[in-house]
């Protein structure tokens, strides 16, 4: 897998280049993306292959991890999450500043996987929004990346007004946040 030089849309000349305020920042925030883990099992161990030298999220300018809410801007769920849990998982999301992603990684984040019992959640999408689903149990490290590939193409086409939007206000508010 190799990294992809991204070319702007939009004007160009000798020794100029003019393009939309979207799009460069789009670019700026696809390629700067901060992942805060929130891995609470077996996932948890192929994000660390992800992040380490074989794999190299860091190729794509995620090797920042936070472990502060405030200064992340895509939630990396792996693992199975508790019922009791999902007050905590939420807490983290609504605590990260706008604009933000969703990854839920791997079956048990994703549905509850082999977890069909009355103490796992069956899916973090039943508290938080989600954006991309990887599935696997566990995903390889290279499943991973392409989720995360397929955050950057989210990210990079998204309108700078989306969050401001009717529809994206009213996404959140059938999770009971603002
Ligand atoms: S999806 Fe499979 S590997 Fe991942 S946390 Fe659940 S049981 Fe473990």
């Known amino acids: 897998m190799s990294t992809e030089v991204v070319k702007l849309e939009g004007y160009e000349g000798p020794g100029f280049m003019a393009t939309s305020l979207d799009k460069a920042i789009g670019l700026a925030r696809k390629n700067s993306l901060w992942p ?5 099992s077996c996932c948890g161990i192929e994000f660390m292959a992800t ?14 991890l936070s472990f502060s809410p405030r200064q992340a801007d895509l939630l990396m769920v792996m693992g199975t999450i508790a019922k009791k849990m999902g007050p905590v998982l ?3 999301y609504e605590q990260m500043a706008e ?3 969703v990854i839920a ?4 984040a994703s549905t509850g996987g082999i977890f069909d019992t009355y103490s796992v959640l069956q899916g973090i999408d039943r508290i938080i929004p989600v954006d991309v689903y990887v599935p696997g149990c566990p995903p390889r490290p290279e499943q991973i990346l392409d989720g995360v590939l397929k955050i950057q193409d989210l990210v ?5 007004r989306r969050r401001n939007s009717a ?12």
């Open 156 to 160: 990079h086409n998204e309108s700078l």
């Open 51 to 64: 992040m380490a030298s074989t794999y190299d999220l860091g190729r794509f300018g995620s090797e920042r």
């Open 36 to 40: 805060l883990p929130f891995a609470t």
């Open 90 to 92: 939420r807490q983290v």
């Open 105 to 108: 990684v791997g079956a048990c």
């Open 99 to 101: 604009p933000k992603w």
């Open 167 to 178: 529809e994206y206000r009213e996404m959140l508010a059938s999770y009971g946040m603002e």
